[in-house]
């Protein structure tokens, strides 16, 4: 074989080989490449100047507006604003009743309106919840009738203190020889424009539900007591304002009324949240 035979044949090896080991790189590399993670869709942004849900007020945020607006009448101030903030926000009020047992019924000719009770039948075997709004429609300790609305319920916020949506806590003192209890000076008033619906209207329409034990038993007294829930939209007053309080004395708290227009009135146990029953407009 002549010298340029054998060097041909050698080249020819030498790209062969170089062949195979490219071949083998690339089958390498794929081995271990890894396919890029896709990335997760980005959430949506909210559209520009989209206005987020104001938050339902609750019993303790109603309160510390009532100790703002009780506050600026005992300084004699007036409203803090041309349009009062707090018009047509949503909001939830739980009152706690009956945290230490039935409630007797008020002496002849003194009305228990305006605020809730539960009593035991004559048997003693079923329990009887009772709400009736008072009739403010003339005037309340807040001041003379609404103008501009037909009708004025009204409900006293017991413990207006506590900020906490159940009974107070048991064990603690509840009435000596020295002490009275405390007026009350908190109230929502339930107003009615003409035509509005009937819910919360103060006539001699009660709001009740009995409690029944199960079978043959008798209804167990409750572990925390009841609530009354009270929810709709928080209504200014014809004044502009949604809290209305009036200074009588400078020694004692200004008594103050939340003007409200109810979406639903319902009984709660105070133990379990459970609902008892309800009522709502129609």
Known sequence: ??????????????????LLACAAGLAVAGCDRQEPAT?????PAPAPGAPLADPV???????????AGASRAAAGLGAAATTDPLAGRRFRMRIAFGCLGPEPAPPEGVSDAGAPRWSRSADGRSIRLGFTPADWTAGDATGGPAEGFEQ?????INQPWMRSEGCPAPGLPVLDAFALPAP??????????????????????????????????????????????????????????????RVNRTDSRPPCAVGVVLDRLAYEDGATGETLSEWRPG
């Open 57 to 67: 007020l609750d019993r303790a945020a109603i309160l510390s507006a009532v100790d």
């Open 1 to 18: 074989m002549s010298d340029r035979a054998v060097n041909a044949s050698i080249a020819r090896r030498r790209t062969g080989l170089l």
């Open 184 to 245: 009350p000076t908190v109230a929502l008033a339930l107003l009615r424009a003409e035509g509005a619906s009937r819910l919360g209207r103060a006539d001699d329409r009660a709001f009740t539900f009995t409690v029944r034990g199960q079978g043959d038993a008798a209804a167990p007294d409750p572990v925390r007591g009841y609530r009354l829930v009270l929810e709709g939209r928080l209504t200014p007053w014809a004044d502009g304002r949604v809290i209305r309080c």
């Open 152 to 156: 004025v319920g009204g409900v006293w």
């Open 39 to 43: 990335p997760a869709p980005a959430e």
